[in-house]
């Protein structure tokens, strides 16, 4: 007799191209199809990047992006929303209206202002338009410590309506943290805290953010809470990095269809 398989739950996400396949919209595919959802994708930007650094970003029209979204929306459940790189302050103004119309789907903003790599993927003004248009709207944002710094302090971003803020420690450890650790911070819209630590890995990735935005917006898309969410989204992409491999020249890059061998 046959079955039919239940209909995945659907993470609509915003996120620009990477042609190296290491970061952005395909970063997102592959997470999310590896944890059991569906991946519906509208293409923020193009970019010309490589395997260690971004060169150069153009974003695509913002009436296009919203004539796509209005049709996702229309047609599909979506359970869950994540935002990545945004391109241009149009397109922040475009998200942040279409998401309007949606107040009940959670929605994790990865705030993506440089490439893993280097090379600034979004001015100033963008960064503050992100702080002042979207991050108010999302459940989560994923911030590291140098996004932080251009987006505000935790307490602003707080105060201006984001429920939730995990500050990511990937990148150089703090003078007065185990250099063997990476320690994130959750800083939650009551002002309580919970810290994450991971064993820290040898070697700089692409689409590190990416990978763990996605999965914890996949999580919340099957009904996990935000700790629960948050948790097996590090737990996930922390075995990617773990299981990494490097195709070209520049930075590891993410396993994120993991097969059952690799632990």
């Known amino acids: ?43 923020t930007a193009l970019t010309t990047q490589d395997s260690g650094k971004v060169y150069n970003f153009y974003p695509v029209d ?31 103004h475009a998200i942040h209206t279409i998401m309007l119309e949606y107040p009940e789907i959670p929605i994790v903003l990865d705030p993506v202002l440089s490439g893993g790599g280097g090379g600034t993927l979004s001015e100033t003004e963008l960064a503050h338009a992100i702080a ?25 971003l707080i105060t201006a309506g984001t429920k939730n803020i995990l500050v990511t420690g990937t990148d150089h450890p703090q003078p007065d943290e185990d250099s063997s650790l990476v320690h994130h911070l959750l800083t939650e819209r009551n002002g309580a805290t919970s810290s994450f630590t991971d064993q820290r890995l040898p070697y700089t990735y692409h689409g590190s953010g990416c990978t763990l935005a996605a999965a914890t917006a996949c999580g919340l898309a099957f009904d996990k809470d935000i700790g629960e969410a948050i948790r097996d989204g590090l737990e996930y992409s922390w075995r990617s990095l773990k299981n990494g491999f490097k195709p070209g020249a520049g930075q590891h890059f993410p396993r994120r269809i993991q097969h059952k061998h690799l632990k």
Request: with cysteine.
């Open 132 to 156: 002042e248009k979207l991050a108010p709207l999302a459940t989560l944002i994923t911030p590291n410590r140098k996004e932080l710094l251009k987006l505000g302090t935790t307490k602003e």
């Open 1 to 43: 007799m046959n079955r039919s398989l239940p209909t995945p739950p659907t993470i609509l996400t915003f996120g620009g191209h990477d042609p190296s396949g290491g970061a952005g919209i395909q970063a997102d595919i592959e997470t999310i199809s590896a944890l059991g959802g569906h991946a519906a994708t509208i293409i």
């Open 62 to 92: 913002s009436a296009i992006l919203t004539e796509q979204a209005q049709l996702i929306f229309n047609d599909f459940n979506v359970s869950a929303v994540k935002i990545g790189m945004v391109g241009s302050i149009e397109i922040c």
